[in-house]
């Protein structure tokens, strides 16, 4: 273990309760509002919501103490963190998958991004007012099938983004977030009351809440298993470097815990909002990427007000996603910086540059390109599974195992306890991440890929 110089030199969360926020707005984003409940729908509902909870326990909440704790102790970017703990191997091996993971993921982010930022103008003009639930259907499959509009409002998305990662860590959007997510919160409680209220809106609380475990196959097990790394934003290097930012006496057991609870909560209302009103509605659950999209503005339809609730709620989806979305883009522009001696600036636009080139195929591949598929899937798709399921599991196990097996007990003791001054009980912590997760990850690929 190299000494702690340059540990002052380096930018720090200011407070414990700035470095919570900042790690639950990389955590809380599209992952869980849009991505979770099209995921359940996908999949059957009940069964797959638990096996989530069963998996963010013994896997997601390990993992994030575990990347918290590796960044801390690595002081350094995703690749750097490891040079500074004499792993360079590690780093050249965590570092690689988690900044391909970080492209991968945002062609498609920036996508889904840039469908918010569309629907914050619609609902704006009132796009939704008065439309049946058909209209609605088919208003969005006009919007994400047209060869420019989504394309356009992605670029937007990735420049709004670009501009406040280049601007370093910005107060600015961390005292925004302390703002506004507290708001989503409350916004997601009101519309799942509203949702659960409306007649028929019972069936998708059965939906989701009764497990039939006979839809469980090696398939879904493998979604939730990527669920779990992508919402909670694991397996890449991104809660790694944020870790990096943490004073080093703040209570990294407490803000897992924190966090981990938090996204949870977050996934499960956006889905006790959505569900009900497919059913109400009598949409379909399993339709996808589209599901926040075709059926949320039914539900405003049906509130008093509801233009201006739509206009809030997309609003704040955007800015769940813009928050998710920086700490992808500083993974990559952290690394480029530190280890390449990039200018900030230079490294953000070249970084959004190749990640636009990327992410016009995920755009076009719901409309023009529709028909082509690899390995059986649309590009959108491909881009999502490879970078859920593959990359993000991978880099986990590897963090896991080196967190687990390669750093001695007592410096890892020593750094979670900030050095005794916490006394958390480990024994399961190291029980998780010395057994649990890395078989765990390696049976279910096993299971997805035979
Ligand atoms: N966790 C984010 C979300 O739920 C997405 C993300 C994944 C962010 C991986 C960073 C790293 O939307």
């Known amino acids: 273990m190299k000494s702690d110089a340059g540990h002052n030199s380096r930018d720090h969360f200011s407070s414990q309760y700035g470095a919570l926020v900042a790690i639950v707005g990389s955590a809380v984003g599209l992952g869980n509002i849009w991505r979770f409940p099209y995921i359940a729908g996908v999949y059957g509902g009940g069964a797959i919501i638990l096996l989530y909870i069963v998996f963010v326990l013994i896997m997601g909440r390990p993992l994030m103490l575990t990347e918290l704790t590796l960044g801390r102790l690595g002081q350094g970017n995703a690749y750097g963190a490891f040079q500074r703990m004499n792993a360079p191997g590690m780093g050249r091996l965590i570092g690689s998958m988690g900044i391909l993971a970080a492209f991968i993921i945002m062609s498609f982010y920036t996508a889904i991004g840039g469908w918010t930022m569309a629907y914050i103008f619609k609902s704006a003009s009132g796009g939704f007012a008065g439309a049946s639930s058909q209209q609605i259907q088919q208003i969005f499959s006009d919007f994400v099938s047209h060869p420019v509009w989504p394309i356009v409002w992605q670029a937007l998305f990735l420049l709004a983004t670009m501009y406040v990662v280049m601007r370093g860590v910005s107060k600015g959007i961390e005292k925004f977030s302390r703002l506004m997510m507290p708001l989503l919160l409350l916004l997601l409680v009101v519309m799942g009351i509203r949702a659960i209220t409306l007649p028929g809106g019972m069936d998708g609380l059965k939906f989701l809440f009764k497990p039939d475990l006979s839809k469980l196959n090696p398939e879904s097990v493998m979604a939730a298993l990527g669920q779990v790394f992508f919402s909670l934003s694991l397996g890449m290097g991104a809660i790694l470097t ?19 609870i938090a996204d949870t909560v977050i996934s499960l209302l956006a889905s006790i909002a959505i569900f009900p009103a497919v059913f109400a509605f009598g949409l379909d659950p399993t339709s996808g990427p589209g599901l926040l999209f075709e059926t949320l503005p039914n539900v405003f339809g049906q509130m008093p007000a509801g233009q201006v609730f739509s206009f809030i709620f997309f609003f704040l ?3 769940a996603a813009l928050t998710s979305a920086m700490s992808l883009h500083e993974v990559v522009v952290a690394f480029a910086v530190e280890e390449f001696g ?5 490294a953000a636009w070249l970084i959004s540059l190749l990640i636009m080139a990327l992410g016009v195929f995920c755009s076009l591949s719901l409309g023009i390109m529709s028909d082509f598929t690899l390995f059986g899937k649309s590009v959108f798709d491909l881009m999502d599974f490879i970078s859920s399921n593959i990359l993000l599991p991978a880099g986990g196990l590897c963090m896991a195992i080196f967190l687990g097996y390669v750093l001695s007990r007592p410096v890892v003791e020593t750094e979670i306890t ?12 190291y029980f998780l991440v010395r057994y649990v997760v890395p ?12």
């Open 242 to 260: 944020y870790g990096s930012y943490l004073s080093k006496d703040a209570d990294i057991v407490k803000s897992s815990k924190y966090v981990t």
């Open 317 to 319: 989806v955007f800015i």
């Open 342 to 346: 990039m200018r900030r600036p230079v």
């Open 439 to 450: 078989i765990a990850v390696f049976l279910i690929f096993l299971n997805g890929i035979c």
């Open 418 to 429: 900030s050095g005794g001054r916490y006394r958390p009980h480990l024994a399961v912590f």
